[in-house]
């Protein structure tokens, strides 16, 4: 199967908590001929980010559970000193990266769980006006406690119909072994059956012995993948 292009996608945890690498990171990768995206909860997106980044990326990810203030602490959205995300600041912030280049495309990702699953995002949405919004259904890793059933998904979905240009619904199922995901130490890794060891699986490292024997060691639904990044709006992918 052949791409017109290959999309690098920084995401953590939290990858702009090494914000003075991020930079050097995207210039080598864009360098390399890899498309750049990057996956951000937004608390470290500020203007000197904004400035370094925004002319080289291809989308910027916001990961946004919540509009509630109450729900948000439960779900951990605060920093160490327990302040939340602003995001009236992070809508304008949005919209100045759009200024600085206007090709960036900015998508929203939100976790439906337990705590958010009867939230109405409308209003949030508006303002953040994202390209894409993907929700994706709690993937029970290590425990269910947060996890949302099937009628609860769907209607959070239904719920939001009003956005069904944008929206992306991706279950659990369409998750599993459909991602090409490399940790921090150079392994590729795949979410694993609940129960199953920590969660992870993952290969030898990459540097020892090659990505293809490496991705070899992996389980790879090639089928799945092609689902999520193939539409009928071929450009929004991620």
């Known amino acids: 199967m052949a791409w017109p292009s290959v999309r690098l996608n920084l995401a953590g945890g939290e990858p702009l908590l090494h914000a003075t690498k991020i930079p050097d990171i995207v210039s080598h990768a864009r360098g390399l001929g890899f498309e750049v995206s990057l996956i951000s909860n937004g608390s470290r997106l500020n203007d000197l980010v904004l400035h370094q980044l925004a002319s080289q990326l291809t989308w910027l990810g916001i990961s946004v559970d919540s509009a509630s203030s109450v729900t948000n602490r439960a779900i951990g959205r605060v920093d160490r000193r327990g302040r939340l995300l602003n995001l009236d600041q992070l809508a304008t912030r949005l919209i100045e990266a759009s200024r600085s280049n206007p090709e960036l495309r900015v998508k929203v990702n939100t976790v439906v769980n337990?705590?958010?699953?009867?939230?109405?995002?409308?209003?949030?949405?508006?303002?953040?006006?994202?390209e894409k919004w993907k929700a994706l259904r709690m993937l029970p890793v290590v425990n269910r406690k947060l996890a949302v059933s099937d009628e609860q998904f769907a209607g959070f979905v239904a719920r939001h119909r009003a956005f069904s240009g944008i929206l992306r619904a991706e279950d659990n199922h369409d998750m599993r072994e459909s991602y090409l995901m490399i940790d921090p130490h150079g392994r590729f890794f795949q979410n694993s059956p609940l129960g199953r060891g920590q969660g992870y699986t993952y290969s030898r490292p990459i540097l020892e012995i090659g990505a293809r024997a490496a991705f070899a060691e992996m389980n790879?639904?090639?089928?799945?993948?092609?689902?999520?990044y193939v539409r009928r709006d071929a450009g929004a992918t991620g």
């Open 114 to 130: 337990q705590l958010n699953r009867r939230e109405d995002f409308s209003d949030l949405i508006r303002s953040l006006a994202p």
């Open 220 to 228: 790879f639904d090639h089928a799945r993948f092609v689902s999520r």
